[in-house]
C-alpha cells in the first residue's frame, strides 16, 4: 500500500502526480462486508442514543468519529487474536466508522426540533417523529452524492474537513499497529459507576447549588446577590464534553453563564423586589391568591424561576442572533458553495461521459438522487401526521424542503471542509430556514396554528436534519478519500446505518419523554372548563405519581388513576385561568391533569413532594417554537428577545463569537458549570504535554478517548436511569442506597425521606467526586498518546455542533 498524500497539502499543480489514496485505487481488499455493517449499526445507535440524551440536556453534540473507529480498530484486533481470523482491512474500518457516525449527527437534529411539538400544541407522534428523522438523514445523503466530486474531489486540498482527515490518519495508524481504546473503555465504567451511584442510588448530591443571597424568614427581605446562585450538575457527560470542545469554547459558555446568573438575574431581581404586580411575562400563579406572597411577583422568584420567565427569552434572542451572524458571516461562502457546486456538477456530468472503471470513483448513481427525491416528497404528502398532504400548500412545503435540503447540504458540506462538522452552525441554518418558510406562509396568508405551525416546523425538522447528516457524510467521504474506499459502498454504509439510527433515536426521544413526564393538578383552576374536540385522542396519567380521585380523607391517596382523559392542548392566550399546555380533561371538560413535561417543566415538586424528573433544558426548542409563535401567531415576548439579540451584537462587536456565550446565556448555570470545568482540565492537560503535532495525534491522546468514555458512560446510564420508571416501585426502591442508609422520616408522611441536593455533606461529598473525575481526566490527559504521523496542525479542541 502506498502511502497517502499530505491531507493537508495544496492541490497538485500541473506537473504533480494525482493523489494517491492510502489503498491504492488497482486493489479491492475486503470492504463492505456484513460483520462491519453490523458493527457499525449498533456503534451508531449506541452513540446516537447518548449524543441524544446530550443535545437534550444542553443543547449540543461532539462528533462520534474518531472515537468510533478507534473502537472499531480495538473490537476487531482482540477478536482476530481471540478467535485466529483473519485481520480486518482498513476499508473495513473505515465502513465501520462511515455506519456509525450518522447516529451523531442524526441524534442533533431530532433533538433539537421534535421536542419544539409539544411546545407548539401538538402530540409527539410516533410516526411524525421516526418520519422526518428517517427523511431528513436519507434527504443528506441524497443531496451529498452529486457534490461529492465537487467537494471532496475537486477542492483537494482546499477544503480540509478536519475531522475527516484526523479520522483517516487514525485508520491509517491502527493499520501500522497503533490507536487503542483503552482509555474509552475505562472512562466509559468510571462514568457509568458514577452517574449510577450519583443518580440511582443518591448517595450524594446531583446538582449542588448554592444562593448567593440571604432572605430574612419574618420579612421576606433579600441582603446579597439577589437572585444570584452558584451551581453545578457534576456529571461525568458534561466534564468530557468541556474537555472535548476546549477552553476556549467552554470559556465563552460559562461568561454567558455568569452574565444570565450573576448580572441579569440579580438586576432583575433588584429592580422587581419592591413592585406589586408581575412583570410580563410572569403573571399570577393561577390556583394561588394574589397577594404579596403569590409567586407570581418577582420578589417571590428564586434563581430558576427569574430563568424560567425573563432569562430564557433573553437567551433565546440571543441564540438566534447568533446564528443569524454566523450564516451573514458565511454569506459569501454559502453563495460561492451554490454556484460552484452547481458549476462543478455541470462539469462533472459534460466530462464524465459513462461511469468511471476506477472503483475510487464509484459513487450511487444520479438516478438514485432523482428518483429518491421524488420518492421523498411523495412520502412526505402522504404521511398524515406531518400535515403537508397532496394539496397546493402541502406540496409547496415538500417543495420548500427539497429547496432548502439542497441549499443547507450544499452549504453544510462546504462549511464542514472549512471549519469541521463540530463547528458547523446547524442552528443557524434552522434558523434561517424557519424564518424564511414563516414569511412565505405570512405572506401567503397561512398562519393557522393547526395546520401552518406544523407546516412550518416539519419543514425545518427535516432541513436540520439533513443539513446536519450532510455535514457527516461529507466527513466520512473525506475520511474515504484519503484511505482510498470506494464511494458507492460508503454512501450505501451511511444509508443503512442512517435509516436504522434514525428509527431508534426516534423511539429513543419518545421514550425518553414519557420516562421523564409526570402529571399534576398543580395550578389548574377549579372552574376552568375546557371545549373538548370529537376527535381528541385519550391517555390514562402516567404511574406512579397519580392521586387517588376517590379518597376524600384529609390525607390523599397516591395510586395510579386508571381512568382514560381526553388530551386538549391550551396555547397562550387562550385561557385565561390556565397556563398553556397540554391537559388530561373529562367528559365534562373539566381539565385534571397537567401534562408536565421535560422539554417545557414547570414544576420542580411533584403532587407527592418529591422531585420531578429531571428536565430537558437544550435552547434550540424553544427558540424554533418561539420564532414560529411570533411571526405566524405574534406572541413572541419581543422586548426580552431583541434585548438578547443585541447583547449577541454587542458581544460581536467586541470581537467575541455570540453563539457559544448565547448557549450559556440560555442553560442553566448548573450545565455551563462541569463544561467549563473540562475546559480547563484540556487547558492544563495540554500545557502538561505539551502541544500535539497534528490533528490526529490530538484525537487519539488518551484524555480525548478518555472523555468519550465518559460521555458515552454517563450519558447512556443516565438513559438507563430514565427509563427505571417503568419498572416497579421496588425496584427503584430497593437500588435507592441513600434512602437505606441516610434517609429519615418525614414528620407529616411518616415515611423515610432522602434529598441529597439539601443536605451540606452530600454537597460535599459530590464535588469531592467530581474533583476526582476531574484529576484523573487530568492525569490522563497531560500523558501523550500514540505517535499519528502527517496531518495538519491540530486545533485547539473541538467546538461542539449547535
Same mark, same amino acid.
Given at each position: 500500500?502506498?502511502?497517502?498524500?499530505?491531507?493537508?497539502?495544496?492541490?497538485?499543480?500541473?506537473?504533480?502526480?494525482?493523489?494517491?489514496?492510502?489503498?491504492?485505487?488497482?486493489?479491492?481488499?475486503?470492504?463492505?462486508?456484513?460483520?462491519?455493517?453490523?458493527?457499525?449499526?449498533?456503534?451508531?445507535?449506541?452513540?446516537?442514543?447518548?449524543?441524544?440524551?446530550?443535545?437534550?440536556?444542553?443543547?449540543?453534540?461532539?462528533?462520534?468519529?474518531?472515537?468510533?473507529?478507534?473502537?472499531?480498530?480495538?473490537?476487531?484486533?482482540?477478536?482476530?487474536?481471540?478467535?485466529?481470523?483473519?485481520?480486518?482491512?482498513?476499508?473495513?474500518?473505515?465502513?465501520?466508522?462511515?455506519?456509525?457516525?450518522?447516529?451523531?449527527?442524526?441524534?442533533?437534529?431530532?433533538?433539537?426540533?421534535?421536542?419544539?411539538?409539544?411546545?407548539?400544541?401538538?402530540?409527539?407522534?410516533?410516526?411524525?417523529?421516526?418520519?422526518?428523522?428517517?427523511?431528513?438523514?436519507?434527504?443528506?445523503?441524497?443531496?451529498?452524492?452529486?457534490?461529492?466530486?465537487?467537494?471532496?474531489?475537486?477542492?483537494?486540498?482546499?477544503?480540509?474537513?478536519?475531522?475527516?482527515?484526523?479520522?483517516?490518519?487514525?485508520?491509517?495508524?491502527?493499520?501500522?499497529?497503533?490507536?487503542?481504546?483503552?482509555?474509552?473503555?475505562?472512562?466509559?465504567? $468510571?462514568?457509568?459507576?458514577?452517574?449510577?451511584?450519583?443518580?440511582?442510588?443518591?448517595?450524594?448530591?446531583?446538582?449542588?447549588?448554592?444562593?448567593?443571597?440571604?432572605?430574612?424568614?419574618?420579612?421576606?427581605?433579600?441582603?446579597?446577590?439577589?437572585?444570584?446562585? $452558584?451551581?453545578?450538575?457534576?456529571?461525568?457527560?458534561?466534564?468530557?464534553?468541556?474537555?472535548?470542545?476546549?477552553?476556549?469554547?467552554?470559556?465563552?459558555?460559562?461568561?454567558?453563564?455568569?452574565?444570565?446568573?450573576?448580572?441579569?438575574?440579580?438586576?432583575?431581581?433588584?429592580?422587581?423586589?419592591?413592585?406589586?404586580?408581575?412583570?410580563?411575562?410572569?403573571?399570577?400563579?393561577?390556583?394561588?391568591?394574589?397577594?404579596?406572597?403569590?409567586?407570581?411577583?418577582?420578589?417571590?422568584?428564586?434563581?430558576?424561576?427569574?430563568?424560567?420567565?425573563?432569562?430564557?427569552?433573553?437567551?433565546?434572542?440571543?441564540?438566534?442572533?447568533?446564528?443569524?451572524?454566523?450564516?451573514?458571516?458565511?454569506?459569501?461562502?454559502?453563495?460561492?458553495?451554490?454556484?460552484?457546486?452547481?458549476?462543478?456538477?455541470?462539469?462533472?456530468?459534460?466530462?464524465?461521459?459513462?461511469?468511471?472503471?476506477?472503483?475510487?470513483?464509484?459513487?450511487?448513481?444520479?438516478?438514485?438522487?432523482?428518483?429518491?427525491?421524488?420518492?421523498?416528497?411523495?412520502?412526505?404528502?402522504?404521511?398524515?401526521?406531518? !400535515?403537508?398532504?397532496?394539496?397546493?400548500?402541502?406540496?409547496?412545503?415538500?417543495?420548500?424542503?427539497?429547496?432548502?435540503?439542497?441549499?443547507?447540504?450544499?452549504?453544510?458540506?462546504?462549511?464542514?471542509?472549512?471549519?469541521?462538522?463540530?463547528?458547523?452552525?446547524?442552528? !443557524?441554518?434552522?434558523?434561517?430556514?424557519?424564518?424564511?418558510?414563516?414569511?412565505?406562509?405570512?405572506?401567503? !396568508?397561512?398562519?393557522?396554528?393547526?395546520?401552518?405551525?406544523?407546516?412550518?416546523?416539519?419543514?425545518?425538522?427535516?432541513?436540520?436534519?439533513?443539513?446536519?447528516?450532510?455535514?457527516?457524510?461529507?466527513?466520512?467521504?473525506?475520511?474515504?478519500?484519503?484511505?482510498?474506499?470506494?464511494?458507492?459502498?460508503?454512501?450505501?454504509?451511511?444509508?443503512?446505518?442512517?435509516?436504522?439510527?434514525?428509527?431508534?433515536?426516534?423511539?429513543?426521544?419518545?421514550?425518553?419523554?414519557?420516562?421523564?413526564?409526570?402529571?399534576?393538578?398543580?395550578?389548574?383552576?377549579?372552574?376552568? $372548563?375546557?371545549?373538548?374536540?370529537?376527535?381528541?385522542?385519550?391517555?390514562?396519567?402516567?404511574?406512579?405519581?397519580?392521586?387517588?380521585?376517590?379518597?376524600?380523607?384529609?390525607?390523599?391517596?397516591?395510586?395510579?388513576?386508571?381512568?382514560?382523559?381526553?388530551?386538549?392542548?391550551?396555547?397562550?392566550?387562550?385561557?385565561?385561568?390556565?397556563?398553556?399546555?397540554?391537559?388530561?380533561?373529562?367528559?365534562?371538560?373539566?381539565?385534571?391533569?397537567?401534562?408536565?413535561?421535560?422539554?417545557?417543566?414547570?414544576?420542580?415538586?411533584?403532587?407527592?413532594?418529591?422531585?420531578?424528573?429531571?428536565?430537558?433544558?437544550?435552547?434550540?426548542?424553544?427558540?424554533?417554537?418561539?420564532?414560529?409563535?411570533?411571526?405566524?401567531?405574534?406572541?413572541?415576548?419581543?422586548?426580552?428577545?431583541?434585548?438578547?439579540?443585541?447583547?449577541?451584537?454587542?458581544?460581536?462587536?467586541?470581537?467575541?463569537?455570540?453563539?457559544?456565550?448565547? $448557549?450559556?446565556?440560555?442553560?442553566?448555570?448548573?450545565?455551563?458549570?462541569?463544561?467549563?470545568?473540562?475546559?480547563?482540565?484540556?487547558?492544563?492537560?495540554?500545557?502538561?504535554?505539551?502541544?500535539?503535532?497534528?490533528?490526529?495525534?490530538?484525537?487519539?491522546?488518551?484524555?480525548?478517548?478518555?472523555?468519550? !468514555?465518559?460521555?458515552?458512560?454517563?450519558?447512556?446510564?443516565?438513559?438507563?436511569?430514565?427509563?427505571?420508571?417503568?419498572?416497579?416501585?421496588?425496584?427503584?426502591?430497593?437500588?435507592?442506597?441513600?434512602?437505606?442508609?441516610?434517609?429519615?422520616?418525614?414528620?407529616?408522611?411518616?415515611?423515610?425521606?432522602?434529598?441529597?441536593?439539601?443536605?451540606?455533606?452530600?454537597?460535599?461529598?459530590?464535588?469531592?467526586?467530581?474533583?476526582?473525575?476531574?484529576?484523573?481526566?487530568?492525569?490522563?490527559?497531560?500523558?501523550?498518546?500514540?505517535?499519528?504521523?502527517?496531518?495538519?496542525?491540530?486545533?485547539?479542541?473541538?467546538?461542539?455542533?449547535?
Amino acid at each position: 500500500m502506498s502511502e497517502p498524500s499530505q491531507p493537508g497539502a495544496p492541490p497538485p499543480g500541473p506537473s504533480e502526480p494525482p493523489f494517491q489514496p492510502f489503498v491504492p485505487a488497482s486493489e479491492s481488499p475486503p470492504e463492505f462486508t456484513w460483520p462491519t455493517i453490523v458493527t457499525g449499526v449498533v456503534l451508531g445507535i449506541v452513540f446516537g442514543a447518548s449524543s441524544l440524551y446530550l443535545v437534550l440536556k444542553v443543547g449540543l453534540t461532539v462528533s462520534a468519529s474518531v472515537p468510533i473507529a478507534v473502537l472499531s480498530i480495538t473490537l476487531f484486533r482482540a477478536f482476530s487474536k481471540a478467535f485466529g481470523v483473519r485481520k480486518t482491512t482498513i476499508l473495513e474500518n473505515n465502513i465501520v466508522q462511515t455506519t456509525g457516525s450518522a447516529g451523531e449527527s442524526i441524534a442533533f437534529g431530532v433533538g433539537v426540533t421534535m421536542p419544539a411539538l409539544l411546545l407548539l400544541g401538538f402530540e409527539m407522534d410516533p410516526v411524525r417523529v421516526m418520519t422526518v428523522s428517517v427523511l431528513g438523514a436519507v434527504l443528506g445523503i441524497l443531496m451529498m452524492i452529486p457534490l461529492r466530486r465537487a467537494f471532496i474531489v475537486k477542492q483537494h486540498g482546499k477544503l480540509i474537513y478536519p475531522e475527516g482527515t484526523a479520522c483517516a490518519e487514525v485508520l491509517i495508524a491502527g493499520e501500522k499497529g497503533g490507536a487503542t481504546a483503552k482509555m474509552v473503555f475505562v472512562g466509559f465504567g $468510571v462514568a457509568l459507576v458514577h452517574k449510577f451511584l450519583t443518580a440511582a442510588a443518591k448517595l450524594w448530591a446531583g446538582e449542588p447549588a448554592a444562593k448567593l443571597y440571604a432572605t430574612n424568614a419574618a420579612t421576606g427581605a433579600k441582603t446579597g446577590l439577589k437572585g444570584g446562585q $452558584v451551581s453545578g450538575e457534576l456529571s461525568p457527560e458534561l466534564l468530557g464534553v468541556g474537555f472535548l470542545i476546549g477552553p476556549r469554547v467552554a470559556s465563552l459558555m460559562m461568561a454567558g453563564a455568569v452574565l444570565s446568573y450573576f448580572v441579569l438575574g440579580p438586576l432583575i431581581a433588584t429592580f422587581g423586589e419592591q413592585l406589586s404586580d408581575p412583570v410580563a411575562p410572569a403573571d399570577w400563579a393561577a390556583g394561588k391568591p394574589r397577594d404579596a406572597k403569590n409567586p407570581g411577583l418577582i420578589r417571590n422568584m428564586d434563581p430558576d424561576a427569574l430563568r424560567a420567565n425573563y432569562l430564557r427569552y433573553i437567551g433565546a434572542g440571543a441564540v438566534a442572533a447568533g446564528g443569524i451572524i454566523s450564516m451573514c458571516r458565511a454569506l459569501p461562502l454559502i453563495a460561492g458553495s451554490v454556484i460552484g457546486g452547481l458549476r462543478d456538477l455541470r462539469a462533472t456530468r459534460v466530462a464524465g461521459g459513462a461511469p468511471s472503471s476506477v472503483r475510487t470513483e464509484h459513487d450511487m448513481p444520479i438516478t438514485v438522487v432523482i428518483y429518491g427525491s421524488l420518492i421523498l416528497v411523495l412520502v412526505l404528502a402522504a404521511v398524515p401526521q406531518l !400535515g403537508l398532504g397532496f394539496t397546493p400548500f402541502g406540496l409547496l412545503g415538500a417543495a420548500l424542503i427539497l429547496l432548502f435540503g439542497f441549499l443547507f447540504v450544499t452549504v453544510s458540506s462546504r462549511l464542514t471542509g472549512e471549519v469541521g462538522s463540530s463547528s458547523n452552525p446547524i442552528s !443557524g441554518m434552522t434558523i434561517a430556514t424557519l424564518l424564511l418558510v414563516c414569511l412565505i406562509f405570512l405572506v401567503l !396568508g397561512r398562519i393557522d396554528p393547526n395546520t401552518a405551525w406544523l407546516t412550518a416546523l416539519m419543514v425545518a425538522a427535516v432541513v436540520c436534519i439533513a443539513s446536519s447528516n450532510g455535514g457527516t457524510t461529507s466527513q466520512d467521504l473525506k475520511t474515504g478519500y484519503l484511505v482510498g474506499a470506494t464511494p458507492s459502498k460508503q454512501q450505501w454504509a451511511i444509508l443503512i446505518g442512517s435509516v436504522v439510527s434514525a428509527l431508534v433515536i426516534g423511539l429513543t426521544m419518545l421514550a425518553l419523554n414519557s420516562a421523564q413526564t409526570h402529571y399534576t393538578m398543580q395550578g389548574i383552576s377549579k372552574t376552568a $372548563v375546557l371545549t373538548v374536540p370529537r376527535d381528541a385522542p385519550k391517555e390514562k396519567p402516567g404511574k406512579p405519581y397519580n392521586r387517588n380521585q376517590e379518597k376524600t380523607n384529609d390525607t390523599p391517596g397516591w395510586e395510579a388513576d386508571t381512568r382514560e382523559y381526553h388530551i386538549v392542548h391550551v396555547r397562550a392566550g387562550e385561557h385565561p385561568d390556565l397556563k398553556p399546555g397540554r391537559y388530561l380533561v373529562d367528559d365534562a371538560g373539566k381539565p385534571v391533569y397537567r401534562t408536565d413535561m421535560p422539554i417545557a417543566r414547570e414544576e420542580k415538586k411533584m403532587d407527592n413532594n418529591e422531585d420531578a424528573p429531571p428536565a430537558f433544558v437544550a435552547p434550540q426548542p424553544g427558540l424554533f417554537a418561539n420564532i414560529i409563535k411570533g411571526i405566524l401567531g405574534g406572541t413572541l415576548e419581543w422586548a426580552l428577545v431583541i434585548a438578547g439579540a443585541l447583547i449577541a451584537i454587542a458581544l460581536e462587536l467586541c470581537g467575541v463569537a455570540a453563539l457559544p456565550v448565547a $448557549v450559556g446565556m440560555y442553560l442553566a448555570l448548573a450545565s455551563s458549570t462541569p463544561i467549563f470545568i473540562g475546559g480547563m482540565a484540556r487547558l492544563l492537560a495540554d500545557k502538561l504535554r505539551g502541544r500535539p503535532k497534528n490533528e490526529a495525534e490530538s484525537e487519539t491522546s488518551p484524555g480525548v478517548l478518555l472523555a468519550s !468514555g465518559y460521555i458515552a458512560g454517563g450519558t447512556l446510564c443516565g438513559l438507563i436511569i430514565a427509563f427505571f420508571v417503568f419498572l416497579p416501585d421496588g425496584f427503584n426502591h430497593f437500588i435507592n442506597l441513600g434512602l437505606h442508609l441516610f434517609g429519615e422520616i418525614n414528620e407529616k408522611t411518616g415515611k423515610p425521606e432522602w434529598k441529597p441536593d439539601d443536605v451540606e455533606w452530600a454537597k460535599v461529598v459530590a464535588v469531592g467526586m467530581f474533583a476526582a473525575l476531574a484529576a484523573l481526566l487530568l492525569w490522563v490527559g497531560s500523558r501523550k498518546g500514540p505517535d499519528v504521523e502527517g496531518g495538519s496542525p491540530a486545533q485547539e479542541g473541538e467546538r461542539p455542533t449547535m
